[in-house]
């Protein structure tokens, strides 16, 4: 178990290094001069205040700040346009609210996401901390719509929608009343909905050709997998220890993953019902029994249910490498787990109740469709309540994957 440990660990020491992507894209510096180059696409979730480039595939990898590019983009992906912004720093966590209605501008310097383009544009600021939108008409200031939560007294919030007349006064076309623009939440869906038909309203050819926001990907697969499985049954009274051996068996599990929609899809949620087995005896002589045997048997079966999440990164375009981390539930399936002395008489019958544990695993994944994966469980104990009793349960797979769509 401590080799296949190992193994992982230098798995995942390895990922580290994996291929970093460039993909063609642009800046513009504040010369106005427009550089072709490669961005890292690092398919940003919050934006960012710098980025890394190369003028060529083979040149060294340089820097650029905000200070420096007025703006970036990544071809067919992410623009980012520089502005100085009257910012509202308020918080929307709402263990931190202000008290106070009122925006709390500060200067800042920002890279706005572009997320629809035309005579009136939409940008978007994101930092970990609740989105931001602002908008440009032409080439004027970049000014924000005001959206702020804050605290009326004790458990009562109040909040500030400002966004709803400045997007009154602003949008004035027939095709939009202004109560669908009372009704407009401050999401990105709807305000990319508002904008992008203000600006058909504007010109009947309009088309948005800044990015959209991406949607998650659902994925089904199954997954047989080889098991190298161990259990050990103790009694703390009588010190007995009944080890019932490394036993290698088959199960198979069904996996749903959910990609993120952002930072280039390496992220995921999965989760994964698996049916597993484990069946052994062993026979021990205990010292208080003058030459009487006991006799041990285990039926463990049960449907693993891990939930956790992925992290991918890629080799090329068809192959990837990728890390989890699960909380693995365990759900037992009529097993059993007894002692019998010599005579066969049934002298402890355990009930199987597991304890949740953790699994680690690393692995190989080919166009998107077939994969393989080394996984590590923790060890886990699978009776509870009883004072004396307690198993030891450890488990290595071997993963092969299928994803049906």
Known sequence: MKKILLLIVLFLSFTISAQIKFEKAYFIDNNDNRIECFIKNADWKNNP??????LSEESEIKTASVKEVKAFEIYNQNKFVRGNVDFDKSSININNLSET??????????FLKQ????????????????????????????????????QLELFQIGYNDTYKQQLIKLLVCNSISKNQIENTIYKEKNMIDLFTKFNQCMDPDY???????????????????????????????TRDLFEFGVKT????????????????????????????????????????MAGNK?????????VEVPIGIRHYMYLDSKSRIFVNAQYVFDLNLGSSLEIRRSDGFVSTDL???????????????????????????????????????????????????????
């Open 49 to 54: 205040d710098f980025f890394n480039y190369k």
């Open 101 to 110: 209605s009122e925006p709390e501008f500060v200067q800042r310097q920002l």
């Open 115 to 150: 997320i629809v383009n035309g005579s009136v544009n939409l940008y978007k600021y994101d930092e970990g901390n609740g989105i931001k939108f602002f908008y440009q008409k032409a080439d004027n200031e970049f000014e924000q719509l005001i959206y702020k939560p804050y």
């Open 207 to 237: 088309e948005n050709v800044a990015v959209a926001k991406k949607k998650g990907e659902l994925n089904l697969s199954v997954r047989p997998r080889a098991n190298l499985s161990s259990l050990d049954l103790s009694n703390s009274t």
């Open 249 to 288: 068996s088959f199960g198979i599990g069904l996996e749903l993953e959910y990609i993120l929609p952002f930072n280039k899809n390496k992220w995921a949620f999965i989760l994964e019902p698996t049916y597993r087995t484990y069946k052994g005896e062993t026979v021990i002589e205990p010292f208080y």
């Open 294 to 302: 006991l006799f041990a048997f285990a039926d463990y079966q049960s």
């Open 351 to 405: 009930e199987v109740d597991s304890f949740a544990n953790f699994a680690l695993g690393a692995g190989y994944s080919y166009n998107s469709k077939y994969g393989v994966e080394l996984r590590y469980f923790t060890t886990r104990n699978i009776v509870r309540g009883y004072p004396s009793f307690g198993t030891s349960y450890k488990n290595v797979s071997l993963i092969l994957s299928y994803t049906v769509f």
